[in-house]
């Protein structure tokens, strides 16, 4: 990428008075002047001024300003590669209070009674290891949370987490 920056800053400083000569240029006579030079002045005829409206200018651009213009599109053809998004702190749920291994269900004591949709995942986690899958159940019992076991084995006293 610098290298890049270098070619295009030295090719700016080359196109420099390039860009400038086209201000000093100048319109060449219309032939009609150079017709009127010819016969003497006594001769010609008053000149009858007309109003006439002037031409649109047009302003020319310098290279320079045509090449730095370029640089806001830069940021379109090499965009920054961006970071890796940020991973969200898993949310405490709450502790198994309770484990039915034959129905494959648990009781969550939950902390603060926020249920998730039945069907969110829930993870047990036991010594700082994963010990259950879970999914919540829709059967509902406050301040308790009723979860399905998906996969694993949890005790209780696990905490609960939603990812």
Known sequence: ????????LAMALVC????CSVFGKKEPKPAETAATAQTPSFLRPAPIPTPTPAPPQKFKKPLLVQVFSCFGLFDKLFPK????PKAEPA???????MVNLD??????DALV???GAPGDSLICISNQRETAGLHVSPLRKPPFLIA???SGTPSVGD?????
């Open 103 to 108: 129905d494959k269900f648990v009781l969550i």
């Open 113 to 115: 009674y926020t249920p």
């Open 148 to 150: 399905d076991i998906v």
């Open 81 to 84: 590669k961006k970071g890796p």
């Open 16 to 19: 420099l008075p390039a860009g």
């Open 91 to 97: 949310q405490l749920i709450g502790t198994v209070k």
């Open 1 to 8: 990428m610098r290298i890049l920056g270098s070619l295009v």
């Open 159 to 163: 905490r609960v987490y939603k990812p």
